[in-house]
Structures are given as structure tokens and as C-alpha cells.
């Protein structure tokens, strides 16, 4: 059964560096998306992607976050400056576009920590 | 914007006895709710989805939810669990946008 991938599956970086999260959706979606969830709280949505725009996007999504569809397969994150709070599960998922009866699938998260 | 609750962050059960994982959403407009599982180590999977008709909603693993509009519940149950269904559980709506909303989730522990 086809699924999301997610790498790395934790990353360990210095307040103030870039970091990328990588994600390779299924591949006939049309439709991806981030999530995070901070320790002890709520997943939290980030952002859509779709047709290589933004389509929605959170409060959370401001301008230290990125997103890119870099070639055929790979969505990735990229936080510019990491801060201590951006320490999270980052989820990504992606779902056929099909409208309110589709799922979004989900990848197994990458693991960040901001030291 | 929709808001949902789980009642319970953990509840513990003997195998083989019924377990039922609360939730409460709160929606101005029409809203599609789910329940997703994660098990350890892994990603969040669609255990079952309410769009509309039936409000009785069977899914994967035995587990069924109940839509009550009413109550604004979404309720997950199942008659009898197993060992394997120790995971966590969350409750999720959508509305109108594609992003989801979750709960904060339950962790059900199941005991020998």
C-alpha cells in the first residue's frame, strides 16, 4: 500500500540554523500538507500545498517557514532560523484532491529538536 | 473555526472488555469529523470517516463512532479490544478548508 515518507526521522540542530524536513507524498496526490505538534499539546496545521502555491496556511506559518516542491517527488520545510519553540513532531500528509469525502494520509513525523 | 475535545487523555482497559474514546466538536458550519490512530513508532492512520447520511460510522479494526449532532459528539467505540489497539487516538473535524482540526488526543492502554 503506498505511503508517506518522511526524513529524517529526528533531526537535532542549533537555535538559529536552517533546517529542511523532507516528505515524498503518494505519489498520485495532488494536495500536501504540514503539521506539527509540539510535546504535550495539540497537531497543529502549518500549511497546504497545491499546483506549487500555497494554498492555505496557519498563523504558525510565518516568514521563518518555507515550502517547496522541489522536483516530482520530494515536499519539503525549511525553517530558516530555528528557535527553541519550534521543537516539535513535524507530520507531513498529502491527499488526492478529490474533495470533502478524500483522506489525508499521513507520513510517521520527523522528530525536531532545537538545542 | 471548529474546536474539538477529548474528554479523556488516557484510559486504561482490560482486554477484551468495550471501550468507548469521547469527543466533543463545536462547529458553526458543516463539518466532517475523523478518527485517526497512531500507533508507536508510526504515522497517523484513518481509522474511520463521517461525511454525511448514516450517522453510525463502521471502520477499520472493529471500531465504530456514532455522529450526534444533537450533543455535537462524535464518540468512538468498540465492543471488545485487544492488546493491539494500545495506541493513541484522536479525534479530528474539517470544515469548509482542507486543513484539519485535531483533538489533543487519548491514549488508550490496553491490559492483559
Redesign the interface.
Known amino acids: 500500500e503506498p ?2 515518507t518522511q526524513t529524517p526521522s529526528h533531526q537535532v540542530t542549533q537555535m538559529g540554523q536552517e533546517v529542511i524536513l523532507r516528505c515524498v507524498p503518494i505519489s498520485n496526490h495532488l ?1 500536501f ?1 504540514w ?1 506539527r505538534q509540539i510535546l504535550g ?5 502549518l500549511v ?1 500545498f497545491y499546483n506549487n502555491e500555497i ?2 496556511k ?1 498563523e504558525i506559518f510565518d516568514d521563518q517557514f518555507s515550502v517547496e516542491r522541489p522536483d516530482g517527488s520530494n515536499f519539503t520545510l525549511k525553517i530558516r532560523s530555528t528557535k527553541l519553540e519550534d521543537s516539535a513532531m513535524y ?1 507531513c ?1 498529502s ?1 488526492e484532491g478529490t474533495g ?2 478524500e ?7 520527523t522528530r525536531l529538536l532545537v538545542l | 473555526a471548529q474546536s474539538v475535545t477529548q474528554l479523556d487523555s488516557q484510559v486504561p482497559v482490560f482486554e477484551e472488555a468495550p471501550v468507548e474514546l469521547r469527543c466533543n466538536y463545536s462547529s458553526s458550519v458543516s463539518v ?1 469529523l ?1 478518527w ?1 490512530v497512531q500507533y508507536p ?6 481509522l474511520l ?1 463521517y ?1 454525511s447520511g448514516s450517522t453510525l460510522v463502521k471502520g477499520i479494526n472493529g471500531f465504530e463512532a456514532e455522529f450526534n449532532k444533537s450533543q455535537t459528539s462524535f464518540h468512538l467505540r468498540k465492543p471488545s479490544v485487544h492488546i493491539s489497539d494500545t495506541a493513541e487516538y ?1 479525534c479530528v473535524a ?1 470544515g469548509s ?9 487519548t491514549q488508550l492502554t490496553v491490559l492483559p
Not at chain 1, 41 to 45: D, L
Not at chain 2, 41 to 46: A, E, H, M, R
Open positions: 505511503e508517506v494536495y500538507y503539521y499539546q495539540k497537531v497543529e496545521f497546504s494554498s492555505e496557519s507530520f500528509a491527499s470533502a469525502a483522506t489525508q494520509y499521513f507520513g510517521p513525523g | 466532517y475523523f485517526y513508532n508510526q504515522g497517523l492512520q484513518l470517516k461525511l484522536f474539517r478548508a482542507r486543513q484539519l482540526t485535531f483533538g489533543s488526543g
